[in-house]
Antibody, heavy 122, light 106 residues
């Protein structure tokens, strides 16, 4: 069974930093692209970042480019999102999401974690 | 960026009703369209890919159709477990989601 378990969400002040983690199991970690998708309270879904199965390619949405960095540790089957210079508009539930194939062009989201809440507020 | 719209934004229906949700793309996305179901406090769950491919384990009362810029999700006979919010997603160019359609009890 595929499992994606996020952690690291918390309350942080504007301008602060946070690192999210996603521990995974139940699939071949290096064979699937992984993404972070966020959902602001009561609103829709926004794709934030993606990393290829091999880890050699990444892509970030314009709204977070230069502030967020996605990475992975294949030895730990864990995905990360380093979030710097946080803004109020980054407040959201962040979901770790598994794609159906391995490249950063794989954007069908077949499995989702339960999410972790990031709140940016003074 | 490709913009996605959905209609209606909210739909009130009864158990047994046939429900149709429409999703439109701002440009041609061929059939690179997925549908997700989200229940309160839970993560979205993939229902349909490539506009009409029902995912394994999804009930057969769900079906999808369309291509290009206009798509529909149909629930043939609404069940109590189907009251939820439904999102469409284009994955032709990068990816964007529709704003969602909430299906609630009439």
């Amino acid at each position: 069974e595929v499992q994606l378990v996020e952690s690291g969400g918390s309350l942080v002040r504007p301008g602060g930093s946070l690192r999210l983690s996603c521990a995974t199991s139940g699939f071949t970690f290096s064979s699937h692209a992984l993404s972070w998708v966020r959902q602001a309270p009561g609103t829709g879904l926004e794709w934030v970042s993606v990393i290829s199965g091999s880890g050699d390619a990444t892509y970030h949405a314009d709204s977070v480019k230069g502030r967020f960095t996605i990475s992975k540790d294949n030895s730990k089957s864990t995905l990360y999102l380093q979030m710097n210079t946080l803004r109020a508009e980054d407040t959201a539930i962040y979901y770790c999401v598994k794609s159906d194939c391995s490249t950063i062009f794989c954007r069908l989201f077949v499995s989702w974690g339960q999410g972790t809440l990031v709140t940016v507020s003074s | 960026d490709i913009q996605m719209t959905q209609s209606p934004s909210t739909l009130s229906a009864s158990v047994g009703d046939r429900v149709i949700i429409t999703c439109r793309a701002s440009q041609n996305i061929r059939d690179w369209l997925a549908w997700y179901q989200q229940k309160p406090g839970k993560a979205p769950k993939l229902l349909i890919s490539r506009a009409s491919n029902l995912q394994s384990g999804a009930p057969s009362r769900f079906s999808g159709s369309g291509s290009g810029t206009e798509f529909t999700l149909t629930i043939s006979s609404l069940q109590p477990d189907d009251f939820a919010t439904y999102f469409c997603q284009q994955y032709d160019t990068l990816t964007t989601f529709g704003p969602g359609t909430k299906v609630d009890i009439k």
